[in-house]
């Protein structure tokens, strides 16, 4: 079975770092598109991140010029490098892997928190 489990969330100050990371297994890490969401209390799951096969990359207006997703097809691991955090990024970050036809395959999420 396909399985994602997100790691590297916490608790850290405006203007500080976190690098997400998502390790997948029960796949052929490299065929498939990947993407990062988040989802705050009160409000939608929105995608920050997605990264396709090819490593082509798309972001949230939002989030341009400060996050980074990448990939280590070597490795089946996803990333999310994160700088000059802002307490609106504070949610729950979640790992994604498509699938053509299907819903996909979800990690369980972890806490990011932004907040002096």
């Known amino acids: 079975q396909v399985q994602l489990v997100e790691s590297g969330g916490g608790l850290v100050q405006p203007g500080g770092s976190l690098r997400l990371s998502c390790a997948v297994s029960?796949?052929?890490?490299?065929?498939?598109?990947m993407g990062w969401y988040r989802q705050a209390p009160g409000k939608t799951r929105e995608v920050v991140a997605r990264?396709?096969?090819?490593?082509?990359?798309n972001y949230a207006d939002s989030v341009k010029g400060r996050f980074t997703i990448s990939r280590d097809n070597t490795k089946g691991t996803l990333y999310l490098q994160m700088n000059s955090l802002k307490p609106e990024d504070t949610a729950v970050y979640y790992c994604?892997?498509?699938?053509?036809?299907?819903?996909?395959?979800w990690g369980q999420g972890t806490q990011v928190t932004v907040s002096s």
């Open positions: 994604k892997q498509e699938r053509v036809g299907l819903s996909g395959y």
């Open positions: 990264i396709d096969s090819g490593g082509s990359t």
């Open positions: 029960g796949s052929i890490f490299r065929l498939y598109a």
